[in-house]
């Protein structure tokens, strides 16, 4: 299969031979951007959506990791940080109430995301933010995209655009609570008369973090250069990170909290070290005036330690410590082909690739023994075709995707005796979309559509568990675990932009089939709860972005979003009861924020934010002792440029030194248990350009 796939690759490259031209500047823009516009929805598209460009995303941006910027600029998204800074070390987020693994992320129409387990770890390639052109992030199954299934939504980054950007040295410095230090350095060339154009940054990360042995030191680079030719355009974009992390991701008891808010209950010892990269050729081809092809090899990998400590009092330290390595490889191709007539607008693609994942485990500092070990080997083929067409007012989008997928999961010959051999899982997916736009005026839109797609199961969700042995050995071989997930998505949506006011709400229904979740029993080493499927449920709700320009210098922007989400029944393991109607975990009934922002003049801006979010339950019961409480959270802002484009910025988080949490889970002993969020925080960065 790896052999098919490097040879498929390479075929996907041709024709690939560059004749000198005269270079339009605006047909190599066009050029350029091709790529990220396969897997993105056009702005006419009956979607929930919102794409961000570079200003808008440096607006936030002081050097934090990625889920901690996308909280910011799209509805119905939380994200919480495992070290309370919401800046670094590891955090999640979560859309429509959703977890991150069920959501698609890309960069340049290539996965981000780790296909065994499915999540992306912004964490392991800090500074990420800063080499992003734009972001487009999709709420609900959204248009069809490359990896995981998307859905509960998708988020497709571009890279730095290489023929837009002047050329430059920029120097950024980041420094703020917690010892928290930011060093990024980086390089744009622009477009060279011999069209050619480049792009490179390095940058540092150091942070102690709120919570105590919570910090973070990380290194990142990130590199990208190409050639443009009038029909013919090769890009090569590449980076990677290697970061330490001191391990927080323990929800702590309530009493614990009270008596000391900062407090970790892991380890001092548990810091992980984890490296990511990733490595993608491109090559566009333009073909007349109208169309276009565009191939894509890819090379991507991550590995390191997750150690988890325990106290043994046969131990010389009193502790025992297991380290739970892994090691990722995935290569892949893309081809994408957009064709536009008097029929209509199609793009056809196709995406094949193969993963593979080795894990192991071992007493510390035993790592040329491990006691377990085992490979697995994750492949898929999947072909995409979409259609969009005007008729009059109305604009009609049809897409369906196919998505074949093989899972060949291994285990420890040790563990297993003479038959350690585990059947293979291939899973079918058929994943359409349809849905029209009607335009009312000029400047008003109406749109709706429904998707459905289906997601398969993680490596994890497969074995209940981190291993194979004799315990699930049947359970994993008769594939009684658990089943395919699929969700139905129901978008209704408006658009509309008047003068100083631009207005984007929308209604969605989801309904579930399947769904994988946390309700079955916690393994022995009490951080990984098994995932089941459950009974039918739904997600409903409605979203708002609203942006509004007044008294010449004011700005108001608000994004929220209602959620009403219940599962129809709910069987507790090892109880006899069963509840109905219950809300599933962390999807709060409101979430969102307002912006308000002050011009002082054309150089000085000013501004404050009103986070709020709702209280969340923790567990299926909804024991109403077991919730996140609802909290609203201040914060100030300021930026100043000053001779030229330097710049200095300002960010001021909970200003009034709130005590809150956005994730919570029920601790060891039963009690609440919860992430603390930092009180008052202060983060300032200095930003040069030469």
Same mark, same amino acid.
């Given at each position: 299969?790896?052999?098919?796939?490097?040879?498929?690759?390479?075929?996907?490259?041709? *024709?690939?031979?560059?004749?000198?031209?005269?270079?339009?500047?605006?047909?190599? &823009?066009?050029?350029?951007?091709?790529?990220?516009?396969?897997?993105?929805?056009? +702005?006419?598209?009956?979607?929930?959506?919102?794409?961000?460009?570079?200003?808008?995303?440096?607006?936030?941006?002081?050097?934090?990791?990625?889920?901690?910027?996308?909280?910011?600029?799209?509805?119905?998204?939380?994200?919480?940080?495992?070290?309370?800074?919401?800046?670094?070390?590891?955090?999640?987020?979560?859309?429509?109430?959703?977890?991150?693994?069920?959501?698609? /992320?890309?960069?340049?129409?290539?996965?981000?995301?780790?296909?065994?387990?499915?999540?992306?770890?912004?964490?392991?390639?800090?500074?990420?933010?800063?080499?992003?052109?734009?972001?487009?992030?999709?709420?609900?199954?959204?248009?069809?995209? %490359?990896?995981? +299934?998307?859905?509960?939504?998708?988020?497709?980054?571009?890279?730095?655009?290489?023929?837009?950007?002047?050329?430059?040295?920029?120097?950024?410095?980041?420094?703020?609570?917690?010892?928290?230090?930011?060093?990024?350095?980086?390089?744009?060339?622009?477009?060279?008369?011999?069209?050619?154009?480049? @792009?490179?940054?390095?940058?540092?990360?150091?942070?102690?973090?709120?919570?105590?042995?919570?910090?973070?030191?990380? %290194?990142?680079?990130?590199?990208?250069?190409?050639?443009?030719?009038?029909?013919?355009?090769?890009?090569?974009?590449?980076?990677?990170?290697?970061?330490?992390?001191?391990?927080?991701?323990? $929800?702590?008891?309530?009493?614990? /909290?009270?008596?000391?808010?900062?407090?970790?209950?892991?380890?001092?010892?548990?810091?992980?070290?984890?490296?990511?990269?990733?490595?993608?050729?491109?090559?566009?081809?333009?073909?007349?005036?109208?169309?276009?092809?565009?191939?894509?090899?890819?090379?991507?990998?991550?590995?390191?330690?997750?150690?988890?400590?325990? $106290?043994?009092?046969?131990?010389?330290?009193?502790?025992?410590?297991?380290?739970?390595?892994?090691?990722?490889?995935?290569?892949?191709?893309?081809?994408?082909?957009?064709?536009?007539?008097?029929?209509?607008?199609?793009?056809?693609?196709? &995406?094949?690739?193969?993963?593979?994942?080795?894990?192991?485990?071992?007493?510390?500092?035993?790592?040329?023994?491990?006691?377990?070990?085992?490979?697995?080997?994750?492949?898929?083929?999947?072909?995409?075709?979409?259609?969009?067409?005007?008729?009059?007012?109305?604009?009609?989008?049809? =897409?369906?995707? +196919?998505?074949?997928? @093989?899972?060949?999961?291994?285990?420890?010959?040790?563990?297993?005796?003479?038959?350690?051999?585990?059947?293979?899982?291939?899973?079918?997916?058929?994943? $359409?979309?349809?849905?029209?736009?009607?335009?009312?005026?000029?400047?008003?839109?109406?749109?709706?559509?429904?998707?459905?797609?289906?997601?398969?199961?993680?490596?994890?969700? /497969?074995?209940?568990?981190?291993?194979?042995? *004799?315990?699930?050995?049947?359970?994993?071989?008769?594939?009684?675990?658990?089943?395919?997930?699929?969700?139905?998505?129901?978008?209704?949506?408006?658009?509309?932009?008047?003068?100083?006011?631009?207005?984007?709400?929308?209604?969605?229904?989801?309904?579930?089939?399947?769904?994988?979740?946390?309700?079955?029993?916690?393994?022995?080493?009490?951080?990984?709860?098994?995932?089941?499927?459950?009974? $039918?449920?739904?997600?409903?709700?409605?979203?708002?972005?609203?942006?509004?320009?007044?008294?010449?210098?004011?700005?108001?922007?608000?994004?929220?979003?209602?959620?009403?989400?219940?599962?129809?029944?709910?069987?507790?393991?090892?109880?006899?009861?069963?509840?109905?109607?219950?809300?599933?975990?962390?999807?709060?009934?409101?979430?969102?924020?307002?912006?308000?922002?002050?011009?002082?003049?054309?150089?000085? %801006?000013?501004? /404050?934010?009103?986070?709020?979010?709702?209280?969340?339950?923790?567990?299926?019961?909804?024991?109403?002792?077991?919730?996140?409480?609802?909290?609203?959270?201040?914060?100030?802002?300021? =930026?100043?440029?000053?001779?030229?484009? &330097?710049?200095?910025?300002?960010?001021?988080?909970?200003?009034?030194?709130?005590?809150?949490?956005?994730?919570?889970?029920?601790?060891?002993?039963?009690?609440?248990?919860?992430?603390?969020?930092?009180?008052?925080?202060? @983060?300032?960065?200095?930003?040069?350009?030469?």
């Amino acid at each position: 299969m790896k052999r098919q796939l490097l040879v498929l690759a390479l075929l996907g490259l041709s *024709p690939s031979l560059i004749r000198a031209q005269e270079t339009d500047t605006s047909k190599v &823009h066009q050029l350029e951007e091709v790529t990220i516009s396969t897997v993105r929805a056009s +702005a006419d598209a009956p979607v929930a959506q919102v794409t961000l460009t570079k200003k808008q995303i440096e607006k936030v941006f002081q050097g934090q990791d990625g889920a901690f910027i996308l909280e910011r600029l799209s509805p119905s998204l939380v994200a919480y940080s495992e070290s309370g800074t919401n800046f670094s070390n590891y955090g999640q987020m979560r859309l429509r109430g959703i977890d991150q693994s069920r959501i698609n /992320i890309t960069l340049n129409g290539v996965p981000l995301n780790d296909m065994m387990d499915q999540g992306v770890f912004f964490s392991n390639f800090t500074d990420f933010g800063n080499s992003v052109e734009s972001v487009q992030i999709q709420r609900g199954v959204g248009t069809s995209s %490359n990896g995981v +299934a998307s859905y509960a939504g998708s988020v497709n980054f571009e890279s730095i655009s290489l023929t837009r950007q002047k050329p430059s040295t920029e120097l950024q410095l980041t420094g703020g609570s917690f010892n928290t230090l930011r060093a990024s350095a980086e390089v744009h060339t622009g477009l060279m008369e011999n069209r050619t154009a480049f @792009y490179a940054r390095m940058s540092r990360l150091q942070s102690d973090g709120y919570r105590r042995h919570s910090g973070t030191e990380s %290194n990142s680079l990130f590199f990208s250069g190409g050639y443009f030719g009038d029909e013919h355009a090769v890009k090569f974009t590449a980076f990677a990170g290697n970061t330490q992390n001191d391990l927080a991701y323990s $929800p702590v008891p309530l009493a614990q /909290i009270k008596r000391d808010p900062r407090t970790n209950i892991l380890n001092e010892t548990d810091i992980d070290d984890f490296s990511q990269w990733l490595f993608q050729l491109q090559h566009t081809w333009r073909l007349g005036l109208k169309n276009s092809w565009v191939n894509t090899i890819y090379y991507g990998g991550a590995g390191g330690d997750f150690p988890y400590s325990y $106290p043994d009092s046969s131990s010389p330290s009193g502790l025992t410590a297991i380290n739970y390595p892994l090691y990722n490889d995935h290569y892949g191709w893309l081809s994408n082909f957009n064709w536009n007539s008097n029929l209509g607008s199609f793009n056809f693609g196709t &995406h094949l690739y193969t993963f593979l994942r080795e894990n192991a485990e071992y007493v510390v500092p035993n790592r040329l023994n491990p006691y377990y070990q085992d490979k697995s080997t994750k492949d898929e083929f999947s072909i995409f075709a979409k259609w969009e067409k005007a008729w009059g007012p109305l604009k009609f989008y049809a =897409d369906v995707q +196919a998505r074949q997928v @093989y899972i060949s999961l291994g285990g420890d010959a040790s563990y297993l005796g003479e038959d350690p051999a585990i059947p293979s899982r291939d899973y079918f997916f058929l994943n $359409p979309k349809a849905g029209v736009t009607y335009d009312l005026k000029s400047n008003w839109q109406l749109y709706l559509s429904f998707g459905r797609s289906g997601r398969e199961p993680t490596r994890s969700d /497969i074995l209940g568990g981190l291993q194979v042995t *004799p315990y699930n050995i049947a359970n994993v071989r008769s594939g009684a675990n658990v089943s395919p997930e699929y969700v139905n998505d129901l978008e209704l949506g408006t658009r509309f932009e008047y003068q100083k006011l631009k207005v984007d709400v929308n209604a969605y229904y989801m309904t579930f089939e399947n769904e994988i979740a946390p309700i079955g029993a916690y393994i022995s080493e009490g951080f990984y709860q098994i995932y089941l499927n459950q009974d $039918p449920s739904f997600r409903r709700g409605v979203e708002l972005m609203a942006d509004y320009s007044f008294l010449k210098r004011f700005n108001v922007r608000a994004q929220m979003a209602y959620l009403d989400a219940r599962i129809s029944t709910y069987a507790p393991v090892n109880a006899n009861v069963v509840y109905e109607n219950v809300r599933p975990i962390l999807s709060p009934e409101w979430n969102g924020s307002i912006f308000l922002n002050y011009a002082v003049n054309s150089r000085l %801006n000013a501004g /404050i934010r009103a986070r709020f979010l709702s209280e969340q339950f923790m567990e299926l019961t909804n024991d109403p002792s077991l919730v996140v409480p609802a909290s609203t959270v201040l914060d100030f802002v300021a =930026d100043w440029r000053f001779y030229k484009e &330097h710049q200095i910025s300002l960010q001021v988080n909970n200003i009034t030194d709130a005590l809150y949490y956005t994730y919570g889970a029920p601790a060891f002993d039963g009690t609440p248990g919860y992430l603390v969020q930092a009180p008052l925080n202060v @983060y300032a960065t200095l930003r040069l350009v030469f």
